[in-house]
Every structure is written in C-alpha cells, then in structure tokens.
C-alpha cells in the first residue's frame, strides 16, 4: 500500500466529496480510535460513498492486556446495527486480533459458519462492545491499520455487472483485487486474507454483487484511497454513459408537472397504505427524485424492476423487488375506491409470487414467512412510495432503492445489470441472525404505525397533544392558522416524527390541502384531533353575530370539516382510526356570560355522538375531551377571555388560576399536557370507546356526564 504523499482537497474529486479537515483531525491528536471514527463520520455523510447503515469501518491499535500487563493489538469495528455516519465509541466492538485469528482453529467450514458468530464474544478486549457484526472477521483477517468496507453505488455498479471482474481488471489493472459474490460471514474473511495472499500489493478489493474493502496505514490514508478507488469507477462509468446507449434505454413515457405529481401521489397514498397495511399498519414516504423519474419512465423498467436489487444491503430494506403499478401519470385519482378496486390485483398477484420465492426457497429452519406487501412501488410518470413500519425506515428505503437505480444505471452503462440468485437473496433475507437481529430490537411505543393531524397545534393545548402523541411514537401533522408557529413548533421534533400544514378550520379548501399534506408525508393520517379554538366570553346583550359566527365557523364547523376529510381517508385505507374533538366543560354546564361559546362547545360534543354512531360500524372512533380552567399554557388564555371570566366571577385576571384550581374537587391546576394525556387514553388504551366524553376538569361536578 503506497503512502498519500499529499493533503488532497474538495478540487481533487468530482464524483464525491472531500470532508476531510486537517484541523479538527489534528486535535484528536494521535488517538487512532477517534481518527477512526471521524474517518466513518465523513464517510458517512456522503451517500455516494455508502447508504444509510450500511458498509463497516475499523482500526488496530496496541493496548495493554488488563490481565497480563502485556501490549495486545486490538481491532476496533463498527458493531452490529450502527451507521458509520453517525458512528460514536458506543457503537463499535474492540476485539483481540490474535483471538481473531484463532477462531480459524474453531472454523468447521462454510456449512456451519453461524456456529462462528457466538465466538466472537469470546474475542472481546473491551467489555463494554456493540454486539459484533457478522463483518468482523472481514476486518480482523486482514492485516492492515484502518480498514474500509463500503457501498458506493458505482462500485456496486462494478460489482453487478455481467463482467464485473472483468472490469475491474480494466479500471485498476493489478491495484485491486476481486472475489465472487459469497454472503458475508467468517468464510468471506478467508476469502480476503486468500486474496491479499494472491495478490500482494493491492490496495483494495471488489466484492462481487456486494461492495469494496480498501485500506491504509493511518486513517487519512484510508480514507483518500476510499474516496480515489470511488472516484475511479464513478469516472469510468461517467465516460460510458449514454454514449452507446441511451439510459435505461430511454424514456418511454414522460412526467407529469411537478405539481400533478404531488397531488396525484397524495391523492393514492391512501389507497396504496391500506393495501400495503393488510398484515401491518405502514407508514409511508414519496419521492418524484429525477432519479426515480429517469428509472420509472424508461423503456427498461419493465425488464431490470424484477430483476431486483443486488447488494444485500439494498433488499434487505427494500424487499426483492418493487410492485409497478400500471395505471396512467394522470389518471383520475379522485374516486379512491375505485382506484383501489383497480389496483388490488397487483397487490394480490405480488403477495403471490412472494410467497411462491418463500416455498421455493425456503430451508428446514427458515423463520415464518413475512409480511409479503411491496415496500417499494413505484408510479411510472409520478415518482416511487415506500412503506415500513416508520418514517425512517420507508424513507431509509426509499433512499436504498435510489442506490439501486444508480447501481442499474451505471451497471447498464458498463456491461449489464445482473442480481442476486433468488436462493442466495432469500438466504439473505431470513438468514437466522438477521432473524435474530429483528428479535433484539426494542419493541415499538403504543402509537407507533399511526399518524396523527392536530389543529391548533401551534401551541398550547395542540402542540401538547402533538407533543404527547410523538412521544409514544406517533407520527404527528403540525397545523395551524399562523405559518410562524407552525413553522416553530415543527422546528422542536427529530427528523422524520413531524409534518405540518397551514390550516384554516373554517375552510374546506385549506383543510383538505392539510390532508393531502399529511398523506404526502406519511401515507395517511389514522388520527384526526380537532384543538384549535377560541374563547369569547360575554353576556347575550353584548354577543354580536360576527361572535357567535366565528365560534361556530371554527369550533363546530372546523370540527366537522376535519371529521370530513380525515372519515374520507380512513375509508379508503381500511382499518378505522380515531377522531378526538377537544371540547369544554362549558359544554355541559350553563355558565354566566358564555352563551355563544358554550353552545358552539356543547354542539362539538353533540356532533361527536352523532359521529360515533355513524361511523362505529367502519371502526372510526369518535370521542371528546372536556377540558376546564387550562389557563397555564393554553392560547386561550392570553387574549380577551380572561378578562371576560374574571368579569363573569367578579375577580381579577390575576386571581384566575387560584380560583380555577380550587373550585374543582380535587383542587388541581389542569395544564396542556393533562389533556394531552386524555387524548393518548383515548387513542391508545380505550380502545372500545366511541361516543364517550372524557373530562380533565379535576372533578367539577355539575359537569359530571352521568
């Protein structure tokens, strides 16, 4: 391996990008362990270098044996299920290497390689590790200081074509070494160490139909010569691109405008959730990338979608391959049901096969069939959906099929796309220790799979509710009046937890758009609650109509707007859902100085029961909240309403919250997150409720139901 003999910079690279600063490297000094993991975090943050989650990293170092005193050389990995974009200490194993090496005494060949995985265990230095991957030994049986194992799509590319090695030989003449396709494990690390052995002098290897592993003496210069080795194959297929042949042979068809596009997927996300969510509720992701787009609307699409995707890291998110659907870029969306009647063979016929490639292939100890729906499905003219049991993972999914169609595209480019044998894919798919993996994974909150639309939810009480939902793992649809605090309250959540949308309750227009919105960001929406209001208090002489209209246009009829469109998209995808109307216990009790927004509440907690009687047959529960006194943190609170109740009470503003607290039984302060707790109840523990008002008053008993 020769030295880099120069700093490179960003001008040295045209196909990644060069991250690497002198600076921040040199105050990690010469621990090598943290060279190591700022290299990953680079790596990582690029996805041309690798994908999300996927390839390792490691380092050797000398350490002292804590039993013998004597110095050890130790490897330091990625551990299994970390991402080397976000790599961090807790997220790698240190290993013996000479332990390492020794399991080659244990090794009773490729047939009982998984017997292997257990021993590593046993090879640990450091106690506190990440569990070991089953990439391990591919670091630990080669010799060298710092080691990279990636994916980059135009290595992938180099690896899937029909003469990868071939290729390889023509790229890098006798620099880089290649071995055939085998599934990672103990086995494939022989293969390597055999490799180097044959080939001394190389500075990497091509892993057929999988990836690249390259290497250097310091971390620098393993990452330079990662980043040149990417640089090269991306070179090499640029050149040939388009030049003997079109692109994925052409288009075949064209996109609609940017703007159809989007409506036309929010408009079939519904549909394509609930067939998508037959054996588990999904969540779901859309994307008109112009990669997408380039692959969805060629004349080869019909010939490399089944094919499948050829890295492991690719099909393990993204299934084997991808559903097509067939219908039109701009046909007419607007009749949900009818589209999905239209669609329902394709599903049907994709579940067929896919348990006809689980009897074919499947071993005498082979997990239980999974859920056999497409993640990916892909709308030739509007862009690809992806489905999984949360946002991240459909969008993680999404991103993968990308890499997918990069790899076909430049495979095309070069040679021809070529996949992985269905039994060596399916021996990936529901390999044990992947099996084993999943069951390791902590189990999921009361909300997951759910997406939930909060009006209101700018603040007070419906950003505490959308705070409460997020938390026991909903996916939450910020809307509000006011772009500014929907934009802020976005703004508090991780990526891939919240959306949001400009919402006017009082028109229809603006409350299907924050629909389509939602659907467009998660697939669907399976809890719709109703937050946003007002509060007008005055006596009947000084209620004016534009009073009592604006109380009636946004507590009742926003209320019914939203049950509207959010009953209209729970139809069509088939599994019920949850409406919460958040009302008052000015509902129930006829207070002074209150007859406009009593009434407006008492007709929100009426249309509830009139809702859950029509629509509990369909499995769409209605229920209401009662609030009373929320004056800590509710928006309410902060205009003319206080004034108006301390009025109605004969005390001042500042005596409100005293007196509201210690007119309820229970002497309590109600605050945001007490209704947001009546809400969670309702949507995830009552689940045979509907119709019922559930009070979070402290205990007022003239507001008592029954």
């Known amino acids: 391996m020769s030295s880099s003999p120069k700093n490179f910079s960003e001008s040295d690279f045209n196909f990644v990008d060069y991250l690497w600063d002198h600076d921040v490297a040199a105050k990690l000094g010469d621990d090598q362990v943290a060279l190591f993991l700022y290299r990953s975090n680079m ?22 044996d804590p039993l013998t005193g004597q110095d050890v050389d130790v490897m330091w990995v990625k551990g299994s299920g970390g991402d080397i974009g976000t790599l961090t200490r807790d997220g790698i194993a240190g290993l013996y290497v000479d332990k390492l090496k020794d399991l080659k005494k244990a090794y009773k060949g490729i047939e009982f390689e ?34 990279d194992h990636l994916h980059p799509d135009a290595l992938i590319a180099i690896a899937a074509a029909e003469d990868s090695e071939k290729i390889t030989k023509e790229i890098w003449g006798d620099e880089m070494g ?58 090499y297929i640029a050149e040939r691109e388009g030049k003997d042949r079109a692109v994925f042979g052409g288009a075949k068809i064209d996109s609609v405008s940017a703007d159809q596009r989007k409506e036309q997927a ?79 063979p394709a599903f049907e016929q994709y579940r067929k096969e896919y348990e006809e490639y689980y009897e074919t292939c499947k071993r005498d100890n082979s997990p239980a069939m999974r859920d056999p729906n497409p993640v990916v499905i892909l709308y030739p003219g509007v862009g690809m959906f992806t489905f999984a049991k949360n946002k991240q993972t459909a969008r993680v999914a999404s991103e993968f099929y990308i890499n997918a169609i990069n790899v076909m595209r430049g495979a095309e480019a070069i040679s021809k796309y070529t996949s992985l044998p269905r039994q060596e894919a399916f021996d990936i798919e529901y390999w044990l220790l992947e099996e084993d993996k999943l069951k390791r994974m902590p189990p999921e909150k009361p ?31 910020i809307t509000d009046i006011d772009q500014g605090r929907v934009d802020e309250a976005v703004n508090t959540y991780k990526r891939d937890v919240a959306g949001s949308a400009l919402c006017d309750v009082t028109s229809e227009d603006s409350v299907n758009e924050a629909f389509k919105a939602a659907c467009l960001e998660f697939g669907g929406v399976d809890i719709v609650v109703h937050s946003a209001g007002l509060a007008i208090s005055k006596p ?33 995808q088939g599994f019920g859902g949850d409406i919460i109307n958040i009302a008052s216990k000015n509902g129930l009790v006829a207070g002074k100085n209150n007859v406009a927004y009593g009434t407006a ?39 003319a309403w206080a004034e108006g109740r301390a009025k109605a009470y004969g005390i001042t503003v500042e005596e409100l919250p005293a007196f509201y607290a210690k007119r309820n039984l229970m002497n309590e302060i109600i605050r945001p997150e007490d209704i947001a707790n009546g809400v969670f109840a309702a949507v995830a523990i009552l689940k045979k409720t509907t119709g019922g008002i559930i009070n979070v008053d402290g205990g007022m008993a003239d507001a008592f139901v029954r």
């Open 43 to 64: 790596l990582g943050a690029d996805l041309r270098v690798t994908n999300y989650g996927g390839g390792n990293t490691s380092c050797k170092t000398v350490e002292k």
């Open 540 to 572: 009947l002489a000084e209620t004016t109509q534009k009073d009592w209209d604006l109380l009636q246009e946004v507590l009742v009829g926003g209320q019914y707007r939203m049950a509207k469109a959010g009953t209209a998209i729970m139809r069509t």
């Open 178 to 235: 290649w071995v055939p396709w085998q599934r990672p494990g103990f086995d494939l690390g022989l293969q390597l160490e055999k490799c180097l052995a044959d080939n001394p002098g190389i500075k990497g290897i091509v892993l057929g139909s999988h990836g690249v592993f390259t290497w250097g003496d310091t971390s620098y210069e393993c990452y330079i010569n990662s980043l040149q080795v990417i640089e090269d194959a991306s070179k």
């Open 447 to 477: 909300l997951s799979r759910r997406v939930a639309i909060i009006t209101g939810a700018g603040g007070g009480i419906g950003k505490a509710i959308a705070d409460k939902l997020a938390a026991e793992g909903a996916n939450v649809v």
């Open 601 to 639: 509440k008492a007709a929100q907690q009426h249309m509830t029961r009139l809702l859950a009687a029509e629509l509990g047959p369909e499995k769409i529960r209605v229920n209401t909240v009662n609030p009373d006194g929320v004056i800590v943190g509710s928006k309410i609170w902060e205009g």
């Open 266 to 344: 929010a408009l079939i996300s519904p549909v394509l959730r609930g067939l998508c969510s037959s054996h588990d509720k999904m969540i779901g992701h859309f994307t008109d990338d112009e990669r997408v787009l380039q692959f969805v609307n060629s004349n080869d699409l019909d010939r490399l979608a089944p094919l499948g995707t050829s890295c492991p890291d690719h099909f393990l998110r993204t299934k084997i391959q991808p559903l097509v659907l067939s219908l039109s870029a701009d046909a007419d969306l607007t009749d949900p049901m009818a589209i999905k009647e239209e669609i329902i």
């Open 114 to 147: 998984d017997e292997i995985v257990p021993l590593y265990y046993h090879c640990l230095y450091d106690l506190d590790s990440r569990a070991p991957s089953i990439d391990t030994p591919l670091h630990g049986l080669l010799p060298f200081e710092h080691i």
